[in-house]
């Protein structure tokens, strides 16, 4: 049977019999991928809308790239000092969930701006994450795990096309605060 056969996939195995940090690692990816993928295709187009010239948007692009080696930089020793749950609890809160906010309501290139730079901290979530990810998983599944992060950002990306549906009802810029908002939601559930 179709039904047997999937539920004994070594995917789905791995999925069920997964304990610990991978666990919860792996079963909340997609609090962040569907909210990500439905505004980030849009994200300049929002900027412009509200009022940012090209050049502003790659101001902003470069700066959050710099801040972002920064914080690459400084990622493993906050993590050791603070602990990968820790960290990752409190630095996705400040990197992805404030930043959101701060896109729901911008008006400027400052706010822009701010939230570029708190953003930018994402690079020392990234690490703790991947601490969670495989420090305490059998060595065995590794592949299976990642494999399973792939494919929970692959299907977070079919919700996508939902965007450019609610643009054509309530316009670009209502649309993106909304998004960011829900966003904001999920990404703090997470």
């Not at 929970?152 to 909304?178: D, E, N, Q, W, Y």
């Amino acid at each position: 049977m179709v039904t047997s056969s999937l539920i004994a996939h070594p995917l789905i195995v791995t999925l069920r019999t997964l304990r610990g940090n991978v666990r919860g690692v792996v079963l909340t990816e997609p609090l962040w991928g569907i909210p990500y993928n439905l505004y980030a295709p849009y994200i300049s187009v929002y900027m412009l809308a509200l009022g940012l010239t090209d050049s502003q948007i790659g101001l902003l692009a470069s700066i959050g790239l710099t801040c972002q080696i920064f914080w690459t930089m400084l990622s493993g020793a906050i993590t050791d000092k603070f602990g990968r749950k820790r960290t990752t609890l409190v630095t996705d809160i400040i990197a992805w969930s404030i930043p959101c906010l701060i896109w729901a309501v911008a008006q400027d290139f400052s706010a822009f701006l701010l939230a570029a730079v708190i953003n930018s901290t994402w690079r020392i979530t990234h690490n703790s994450w991947l601490c969670l990810l495989v420090e305490d998983t059998d060595p065995k599944l590794l592949v299976d795990v990642y494999s399973l992060i792939y494919i929970a950002g692959l299907l977070a990306a079919f919700f996508s096309p939902l965007t450019s549906l609610l643009i054509a009802t309530f316009s670009l810029v209502p649309t993106m605060r909304g998004l960011y908002l829900l966003a904001f939601v999920m990404m703090t559930a997470k």
